[in-house]
T-cell receptor, first 113, second 114 residues
Framework: GQQLNQSPQSMFIQEGEDVSMNCTSS?????WLWYKQDPGEGPVLLIALYKAGELTSNGRLTAQFGITRKDSFLNISASIPSDVGIYFCAVPDSGGSNYKLTFGKGTLLTVNP | DAGVIQSPRHEVTEMGQEVTLRCKPI?????LFWYRQTMMRGLELLIYFNNNVPIDDSGMPEDRFSAKMPNASFSTLKIQPSEPRDSAVYFCASKTGLNQETQYFGPGTRLLVL
């Protein structure tokens, strides 16, 4: 199956700083998804991207679907302590098994108040 | 509205014991997924049910793992016999319709096999 390379693996930042993370792949996708997993909980969908070049915001979060369709970026502006968690990119398999999501390994974000 | 419900939230057992994890999907959702999360391998899909029928079990690690969905509101994932390498967080997720992104995850069961 496809493999997603997510970076950085972890980030330790001060409250108020901006955050950037990305996912890359050697394959082309039609959908990119970003999830957040709070400590002790399951992943929750933050943003879904469906078109190359698309830029979508959800509050302080902004995600972009790369023009090459092989990458995606997530930015968090003015971070706050509740942004702590693991952020995952994910893509659906192509073809008939598009119910199957492949997840990146995640970016662990720690925000120091 | 109640989300996906999983039980138990934590399970500690000894190697060789049978483990049963339970999931109640969101009412009205017709697709159910079991995932396993580990540090080494991340989130992996184990099995996918649609309308209570197993559609894809290619992610089930081996015969020690089995999953059932006897009705639209209940599913189990069983490990028999359990091994230390099965220690992980197991998530159940459900969705409705064709949009794969609308998977709603439960809080997970943290399994430790000693």
């Amino acid at each position: 199956g496809q493999q997603l390379n997510q970076s950085p693996q972890s980030m330790f930042i001060q409250e108020g700083e901006d955050v950037s993370m990305n996912c890359t792949s050697s394959s082309i996708f039609n959908t990119w998804l970003w999830y957040k997993q709070d400590p002790g909980e399951g992943p929750v969908l933050l943003i879904a991207l469906y078109k190359a070049g698309e830029l979508t915001s959800n509050g302080r979060l902004t995600a972009q679907f790369g023009i090459t369709r092989k990458d995606s970026f997530l930015n968090i502006s003015a971070s706050i302590p509740s942004d702590v968690g693991i952020y995952f990119c994910a893509v659906p398999d192509s073809g008939g098994s598009n119910y199957k999501l492949t997840f990146g390994k995640g970016t662990l974000l720690t925000v120091n108040p | 509205d109640a989300g996906v419900i999983q039980s138990p939230r934590h399970e500690v057992t000894e190697m060789g014991q049978e483990v049963t994890l339970r999931c109640k999907p969101i009412s009205g959702h017709n697709s159910l997924f079991w995932y396993r999360q580990t540090m080494m391998r991340g989130l992996e899909l184990l099995i996918y049910f649609n309308n209570n029928v197993p559609i894809d079990d290619s992610g089930m690690p081996e015969d020690r793992f089995s999953a059932k969905m006897p009705n639209a509101s209940f599913s189990t994932l069983k490990i028999q016999p359990s091994e230390p390498r099965d220690s992980a967080v197991y998530f159940c997720a459900s969705k409705t319709g064709l949009n794969q992104e609308t998977q709603y995850f439960g809080p997970g069961t943290r399994l430790l096999v000693l």
